[in-house]
Every structure is written in C-alpha cells, then in structure tokens.
C-alpha cells in the first residue's frame, strides 16, 4: 500500500513536470535570483499531495513548496515536486521528482522518476534498490583518481573555507572528471546505478537527498556527510559514494591528502 501510494504520487508528479515543460509557465524568484519555483512545482505538489492524502490523510509531511504540514504520526513524508527547476526553467531534460518516507525518524523507502528519460529508481530499508524494476548496484571503481565524479553548487555562493570551488578545484587539477547535472536527486541515483562512482555537496536540504540517500544505500553505497559521519537529510553537506573510493573523497575533500 506504502509502495503503491509513492509510486503513483511520483507519477502524479512528474505527470504535472512534463505537462509544463517546454510550454509556457510563471516563474518566480526564492531567495537568491536563480532559486526559482515555477507553476508547475506548485502544481506537481499539489498532484503528489492529493493522491498521498487520499490514502494517508493522518500522515506527516514536509515538502520543498509549503513547507511542514505537522500530523501526529510515525510517517513523514519529505517531498520535492520537482528536483532540478532550474534545468526545467531551461528546458534540459534533468529533472525529477523526489520522494522519501521517514518511519519513526528512519528513511525506508525513497523514488525519484525522469519522466523525460523514463527512468524510476525506487528503494525499499533492507530490500535492495531498483531502476525500472530491474536490481541496481553501485559500481566498483577503486581509486578517486579514476572516478568519475558528480556535484552540485548552491544558488548563493557559500563563502566558507573548502567550500564548493576549492574541492572542485582539487580534483579537476587533476584531471578528475566532475559533472554538474543540476538535480541531486538524479546525482544521487546516477550513484546508486554506477553511472558516477561519487558525489557531494555543500548545501543539500532534506527533501533533495531524503530518496537518493536510501537509494544508494540500498545499491550498496555510502552515504555520510563531509567527515565520513553518519549522514542524516537534516545536515546540509553530502558525500555519497560507492563505498571503495569513499575514505579517500574524505581525505580530498578535507585537504588531507593530494590525489
Ligand atoms: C536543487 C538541485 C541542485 C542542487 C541545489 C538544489 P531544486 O534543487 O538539487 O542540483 O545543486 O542545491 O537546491 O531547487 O532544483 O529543487
Ligand atoms: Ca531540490
Ligand atoms: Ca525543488
């Protein structure tokens, strides 16, 4: 029923996502000028919210568009319309909808669907993770050096030491290949399949990592934050990585070894 009730408030989703897309839309600013929401994130978290209400009124919900909507229950639901506005905005294909359920403070099932590439990754605590029903794992690259790596930078540039463009800079003097796809989510899964051997970020919210956090898990992947701790969607800085290549991001991340 739990499994059910994601996979048609994903769909119901992403239904809205490629309703919108490419057409016109209105388009507003968050904090930040390039934080944008558009007409059609509100309208695909209207979607997701009617179909899960419709089967679990009485659950709790946190989503990016409204917010907290606080219920007394074991069940949180923490919700993105639409990971990867500004690629939606822009017309690139990199977008999705992300979905995480929270049990009594446990993520145990998560789904993130590309509508525009048909592709639905979906992870159950303790069952494995999947891509369009098929198994998924993590790949099996070794050393950072040859990773192929993924990451994101936030709309307000964060002025910190080690921030976003000093890691970067590490690895891409050394010839690492680092992507920016513009939606976590899908940086996320692209892990969990193998498609990346890593990715982290500085700046993540709860409801862009809550789904590709147990997906990757559930493809035999770690994820933690920056120090190689135990990572909860409620801290900002994410590493995730197919576990063979993880101490050693750490140690590059925090300036502790040379690649
Ligand atoms: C954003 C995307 C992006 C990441 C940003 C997020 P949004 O989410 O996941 O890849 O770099 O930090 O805010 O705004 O498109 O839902
Ligand atoms: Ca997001
Ligand atoms: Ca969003």
Redesign the pocket.
Known sequence: MLKTTLTEAVRAGAAEILRFFNRDFIISNKEGVNNLVTEADHASEKAILDVIRKNYPDHHFLT?ETGEIIADSQYKWII?P?????NFAHGIPLNCVSIGIEHNGEMVMGAVYNPHMNEFFFAEKGKGATLNDKSIKVSNETQAIRACLVT???YTYINMPNGPLEIFDRFVRKGVPVRRL????IDLCWVACGRFDGFY?H???PW?SAAGYLIVEEAGGKVTDHQGNKFSVYQHKVLATNGKIHDEMVAVINNQKEL
């Open positions: 990016e993105d639409i990971d990867g506005t500004v994101g930078f936030p513009g939606s976590a989510a970020e700046k993540l919210e862009d």
